[in-house]
Every structure is written in C-alpha cells, then in structure tokens.
C-alpha cells in the first residue's frame, strides 16, 4: 500500500476548503462569518453552485456538504471544517469568482433571523438594508473575581475582539479557562491563532495547554461564571490535583476538585475521541532475549561500579519504539487539517502515575540517545513525580511537559494484559504494553520426539493510530519492526 504521504496533493484539495476564505467582519450585526468561494483546484479561477444541501437557518458541523461546486476539472463537494447555522446564502447558483462571498455564518441559532435583510457591500464591513435605531446599551455588570486581560464583549474594536471556533470555546471551558485567557497566552508567546484571520481553532487550545497561563485569575473567573460549578479554580499552580474533598454530601456523594493539568489531558482526550479516527493494531512480544541482554548490562554495569540506575524493560521498549520510525517515519506524523506534518525528530512522551498524578513528561530525541542516558531521565521523572516537593517542578516544567511525537502508555504494573489508548492530538500514533505474562508458545526447531513447545516471557503491544495519518498497513509495519527490534535487542546497539 502506498505511503500516506504520496497522497497528500489529492487530499488538500479535499480539506482545504472552509478554512482560508472565511473572513470576520465587525458591524451592527450579531457575530458572523462571511464565507467566500474557494480555490477547490490548483488551476480554479471560478466555480458554478449546482446545487445547495443547506438552506437558511441549518445547522452545520464539520464535514457537512454545503453545496456542490462545479471547478474546471471535476463536480466537488464543499465541506464545512467547522459547526455552525447558515444565517443568509448570497448567491444562489451559477458562475462565480474565487473569492467572491456566497454565504454568511454565525455560531447562534438565535443570530439567524438578523440577517435576513443583509447585503454584502464587499470588503469593508458590511451595511443593512435597513439599520435600526440602536437602543442604549446596558451597563455591564463588574466580575469581582478577576479581570481578564481581553473581554468576549462584542465591540466594534477588532483589538477587544477574540474570534474562535465555537469548538475551541468548548475545549477553553472544559479546560477550565476562557478563550480570551488562550488568546493572551499565545500573544504572549508571539503568536495567533492558526485559523482564517487568525481566528483560534481547537489545536490553538491544545498548543496553548503546554504554555504558562497568562493570567491565574481568568481560570476563577470561567470557573464562577459555570452554572453548575460548585467552586473555583484551585488558585495552586501545581498540576497535582488535591486529595483532599472540595465538598462532600454525607452518604450521597463527594467532589474532588481537578487540577489545571487533569482538566487540560481530559479536555484533550475527549476532542482526541469525538474527532480522530482510531484503529488498533496489537501484536504479542517474546522478551527472552531482551531480558538476556538487559541483564547482562545491568551485571556488567554493577562489576564495573558504574554510576547511574538499571536498565528496566521500559527502556529498551522506549528506544525500540524510537529506531522503529527511522525504519517507518510515516507513524512519526501529525495531521494538520489540509496536510500532513512527518517530524525528523523523535519526541517520546512518557504516561505516567495514576489518578490525580498522572503526567506526561516528553522524552526529546530518543532516537539519537542511548540506553543508559533514557533510563536515567524515566528515574528522574519518576522520583520527582511521585515526592511531594518535586511533583510541581515537574508539572510546571513547560519544556518537560511538552507534546511529543508519540505516546507510550505502560499498564503492565496493573496486571493489564493489553489496552487501547486514546491518540492524543496532534500526534498519530500511541503505544501501550501490557504485563509481561509466561506463555506456552511453540518450541521453533524442535526435532521429532522433542517437546515442541516452551514457556516465554510475553508481553502484548498495542498500537493506536489515526487513519488519516497512518494507513493500517503502515502500523501494521511499524509493529513489525517494533516487535524485530524488541526481540533482537542486539540489533538496537548496531
């Protein structure tokens, strides 16, 4: 089967569509989107509507057809990359320009019927037909909690003004933060928002997860305005979550409050389910040789009064995950909505504690690293982790704390056989293993009148992929090399 990425030219035609020719405009009208035709081919200069799938007031999510275009070489659809309500279609069918708005968009079911007078007037913003008279307008009423540095009031100010997909708002929320408080986090960090006009999308929240927050009052202020929030934010900066009750109804329930940490992975995992499309792959390892070497360096290192910890099981499966995508890099990929991203570098993070502690340290360059120097990092992970003064050092370690290329999720210490973890975006790939169990396996070699079967320590390997990454023969590759490397550990030294 071919490589993912030999297919990427036909794919971004395909993908590219909602996302570079919507533009936001500020008037008297409620929040919206003017949507313009797009290129849909390298060579397009017009299209003709044939057909609309929507009409005026439907609702739309990602991956809807709004309409098929008629392009200079083929009918295709175009698909929303967003959800939302069509608020006014301003052309009906027929030749039109690149460019050229054909429909405007706004987030609110209730922000239809305002447009149902509206008239583009081109690129300045756009005028109605028949403005009414502005009624004076409220006092805003004060947030005794925290001041944020941008407020979400609508204004005619573009700079007061954070525009982002009603997704990413969800995934701000969920987070337990406002998506002005991710707008000043990535200012801060000399950056925008990675939608149209720089508009933040769902990857600008999780981007923004592994920057320090801007303001520490904005997550209090999201955390008060929540109906069903019985209390704030934890004002702690660790990631640790407390475990101690945060309130408790005798004999019916207790709450626990969640760390920012616990609140950002959990966001994170449930954007990763709603929208990547899984598959797994597993594959069962036969660790008699790698236990051989592995304690054949640790011997050798006792003898020789080396410094340093032992090598554990971990740590050869950590560099064979590493030297398995020099051998098939296509795993070491991200999907970036109209192309996807192969990475040169091999950035491994670890899963690690359980409950309120668990955290996601990132290994940097494993590939180029030796054994020695992976299980010195994983101690020191592990140590700082679970003491009491050094798990927030950790946790707030924005370098330490990074997102990888891939995940490696260890379960074999809980008795679990095999598990099928979550692909955390942007990354396509994730690992677990399970415990390492003696197995009956066929004897290879065996003459006749021998025994034909032997005991082996096994170990089951699975692999989490997103199909549009990573198609099922090139996992089904990668957990061939995995498995070769594992069981010839000599071969990871060569």
Same mark, same amino acid.
């Given at each position: 089967?071919?490589?993912?990425?030999?297919?990427?030219?036909?794919?971004?035609?395909?993908?590219?569509?909602?996302?570079?020719?919507?533009?936001?405009?500020?008037?008297?009208?409620?929040?919206?989107?003017?949507?313009?035709?797009?290129?849909?081919?390298?060579?397009?200069?017009?299209?003709?509507?044939?057909?609309?799938?929507?009409?005026?007031?439907?609702?739309?999510? *990602?991956?809807?057809?709004?309409?098929?275009?008629?392009?200079?070489?083929?009918?295709?659809?175009?698909?929303?990359?967003?959800?939302?309500?069509?608020?006014?279609?301003?052309?009906?069918?027929?030749?039109?320009?690149?460019?050229?708005?054909?429909? *405007?968009?706004?987030?609110?079911?209730?922000?239809?019927?305002?447009?149902?007078?509206?008239?583009?007037?081109?690129?300045?913003?756009?005028? #109605?037909?028949?403005?009414?008279?502005?009624?004076?307008?409220?006092?805003?009423?004060?947030?005794?909690?925290?001041?944020?540095?941008?407020?979400?009031?609508?204004?005619?100010?573009?700079?007061?003004?954070?525009?982002?997909?009603?997704?990413?708002?969800?995934?701000?929320?969920?987070?337990?933060?406002?998506?002005?408080?991710?707008?000043?986090?990535?200012?801060?960090?000399?950056?925008?928002?990675?939608?149209?006009?720089?508009?933040?999308?769902?990857?600008?929240?999780?981007?923004?997860?592994?920057?320090?927050?801007?303001?520490?009052?904005?997550?209090?202020?999201?955390?008060?305005?929540?109906?069903?929030?019985?209390?704030?934010?934890?004002?702690?900066?660790?990631?640790?979550?407390?475990?101690?009750?945060?309130?408790?109804?005798?004999?019916?329930?207790?709450?626990?409050?969640?760390?920012?940490?616990?609140?950002?992975?959990?966001?994170?995992?449930?954007?990763?389910?709603? *929208?990547?499309?899984?598959?797994?792959?597993?594959?069962?390892?036969?660790?008699?040789?790698?236990?051989?070497?592995?304690?054949?360096?640790?011997?050798?290192?006792?003898?020789?009064?080396?410094?340093?910890?032992?090598?554990?099981?971990?740590?050869?499966?950590?560099?064979?995950?590493?030297?398995?995508?020099?051998?098939?890099?296509?795993?070491?990929?991200?999907?970036?909505?109209?192309?996807?991203?192969?990475?040169?570098?091999?950035?491994?993070?670890?899963?690690?504690?359980?409950?309120?502690?668990?955290?996601?340290?990132?290994?940097?360059?494993?590939?180029?690293?030796?054994?020695?120097?992976?299980?010195?990092?994983?101690?020191?992970?592990?140590?700082?982790?679970?003491?009491?003064?050094?798990?927030?050092?950790?946790?707030?370690?924005?370098?330490?704390?990074?997102?990888?290329?891939?995940?490696?999720?260890?379960?074999?210490?809980?008795?679990?056989?095999?598990?099928? #973890?979550?692909?955390?975006?942007?990354?396509?790939?994730?690992?677990?293993?399970?415990?390492?169990?003696?197995?009956?396996?066929?004897?290879?070699?065996?003459?006749?009148?021998?025994?034909?079967?032997?005991?082996?320590?096994?170990?089951?390997?699975?692999?989490?992929?997103?199909?549009?990454?990573?198609?099922?023969?090139?996992?089904?590759?990668?957990?061939?090399?995995?498995?070769?490397?594992?069981?010839?550990?000599?071969?990871?030294?060569?």
């Amino acid at each position: 089967m071919a490589s993912k990425f030999t297919r990427i030219a036909s794919m971004s035609a395909r993908n590219s569509r909602f996302n570079l020719l919507s533009k936001a405009y500020f008037s008297s009208f409620p929040d919206h989107l003017v949507v313009a035709m797009p290129a849909l081919s390298p060579t397009m200069e017009t299209g003709a509507i044939s057909k609309w799938n929507v009409k005026v007031g439907d609702k739309f999510e *990602v991956g809807t057809s709004l309409c098929e275009v008629e392009t200079d070489k083929a009918t295709v659809s175009f698909d929303a990359t967003d959800e939302g309500y069509i608020a006014k279609i301003l052309v009906s069918t027929g030749d039109i320009k690149v460019g050229q708005p054909i429909m *405007v968009t706004v987030e609110e079911s209730d922000a239809v019927s305002a447009f149902a007078n509206y008239t583009h007037t081109g690129d300045a913003a756009p005028a #109605p037909v028949a403005a009414p008279t502005p009624a004076a307008a409220a006092a805003p009423t004060p947030v005794a909690q925290a001041a944020p540095a941008r407020t979400s009031t609508p204004s005619s100010s573009s700079s007061d003004r954070v525009f982002a997909s009603p997704l990413a708002k969800k995934m701000a929320r969920e987070s337990g933060t406002t998506i002005e408080a991710i707008a000043d986090q990535l200012a801060a960090a000399s950056s925008a928002g990675s939608g149209p006009n720089g508009r933040i999308i769902a990857a600008d929240v999780m981007r923004a997860s592994t920057m320090p927050r801007a303001n520490a009052g904005v997550a209090a202020a999201a955390s008060a305005s929540t109906a069903t929030a019985t209390a704030s934010v934890s004002p702690q900066p660790a990631a640790i979550a407390s475990t101690a009750p945060s309130s408790s109804v005798g004999g019916v329930y207790t709450d626990f409050q969640l760390s920012d940490l616990a609140q950002t992975l959990a966001a994170r995992q449930t954007h990763a389910k709603q *929208v990547v499309p899984h598959y797994y792959l597993s594959v069962d390892l036969n660790l008699s040789e790698l236990l051989k070497v592995r304690g054949a360096f640790n011997a050798q290192a006792a003898s020789m009064k080396k410094k340093g910890v032992e090598l554990s099981v971990q740590d050869f499966m950590v560099k064979a995950a590493a030297l398995a995508m020099q051998q098939v890099p296509d795993v070491n990929g991200s999907w970036m909505d109209t192309f996807v991203r192969r990475y040169d570098q091999v950035d491994i993070n670890l899963v690690m504690g359980a409950g309120s502690f668990v955290a996601t340290p990132v290994l940097r360059d494993v590939t180029a690293r030796g054994l020695s120097s992976i299980a010195t990092e994983i101690a020191s992970f592990e140590d700082t982790l679970f003491s009491e003064s050094g798990a927030s050092a950790l946790t707030e370690n924005s370098e330490k704390m990074a997102v990888g290329t891939f995940s490696i999720h260890n379960l074999g210490m809980y008795g679990v056989k095999s598990a099928a #973890p979550i692909v955390l975006t942007p990354q396509a790939c994730a690992l677990s293993l399970g415990a390492i169990v003696q197995t009956v396996i066929p004897a290879s070699g065996a003459a006749a009148g021998e025994q034909d079967w032997a005991v082996a320590p096994i170990v089951t390997a699975t692999l989490s992929c997103d199909h549009r990454v990573v198609d099922g023969a090139v996992g089904a590759q990668w957990l061939a090399a995995f498995k070769n490397l594992v069981e010839n550990p000599v071969s990871m030294l060569l």
